[in-house]
């Protein structure tokens, strides 16, 4: 079974740059169909970007033109850049698999000043 290790978050000031990093073992992530996921405080989680093994990428429109998702296929990792961030970035940001309600640990991203 695929498992993915979130790390990189910080605290950052408004208009900062945090680079997210999803680590798979257990199999190999370009396997999946997957997204990056946050959830603020108070809120429910919602989806960041998605890809799919097709090639196929979709960002939320919140996040458009500032966040970025990478891959290395040698680490079996995959990165969000996150650019221009905000305060209401602030979340506890997960990868999984779009089919997986298993979620990890996160990893906390604090936008503040």
């Known amino acids: 079974q695929v498992r993915f290790v979130e790390s990189g978050g910080g605290l950052v000031h408004p208009g900062g740059s945090l680079r997210l990093s999803c680590t798979a073992s257990g199999d190999i992530f370009d396997n999946y169909n997957m997204g990056w996921f946050r959830r603020a405080p108070e809120k429910q989680r919602e989806r960041v970007v998605l890809?799919?093994?097709?090639?196929?990428?979709k960002y939320s429109d919140f996040v458009k033109g500032r966040f970025t998702i990478s891959r290395d296929f040698a680490k079996n990792t995959v990165y969000l850049q996150m650019n221009n961030l905000q305060p209401e970035d602030t979340a506890v940001y997960y990868c999984?698999?779009?089919?997986?309600?298993?979620w990890g640990q996160g990893t906390q991203v604090t936008v503040s000043l």
């Open positions: 999984n698999t779009l089919e997986s309600n298993t």
């Open positions: 890809w799919t093994t097709t090639g196929y990428t």
